[in-house]
């Protein structure tokens, strides 16, 4: 029980945040504003991206939120569309007399069919809500295997998506 190790890592704000510090030219001068710290928006540029990663714009993150915000509606919908299928589904399995076999069958079949879309659904749907409160948060784009940003890039294509490409692909080897 050593939690208080952790306490200590309070006081520095950027952590995760350590750019390569890549000698980029474009410092874009004059532009030193001072960052009011209570605040609680997330700048776009803020988030990781992988080096030689142009940062976020507003209108890129704005993008794949939106993306997400359909995602979430369009999977609660499945879902929701999903279970009540899944309740007839049921009622008709367990209403077994006077049925034969291959009707039962694909009942069973169907059943089995709509209880997996719906898992699949699930599964994206809170991945989905997930990036959209990393977002919120400013933690948007973080490997959560490696702690590496997942990069832009391939986030725009996989918003959902919570692996960098590395792990991702490690992950599937296995
Ligand atoms: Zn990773």
Known sequence: MTTKKTATAGRTATAGAETDSLPTGTASPGTTKTRSRGRATVRPEDLPVRPGEDPWTAEELD?????????????????????????????????????????????????DHEMSLANNARVMLEQSQLALKHIEQGTYGVCDNCGQPIGKGRLQVFPRATLCVTCKQREERR
């Not at 993306?67 to 009622?91: F, K, W, Y």
């Open 63 to 111: 993008e794949v939120r939106t993306e997400l915000e359909q995602e979430v509606e369009r999977l609660s919908g499945q879902i929701e569309t999903s279970n009540a299928e899944l309740v007839g589904l049921l009622r008709d399995g367990s209403d077994g007399a006077g049925r034969d076999a291959a009707d039962v069958g694909s009942t069973n079949f169907e059943r």
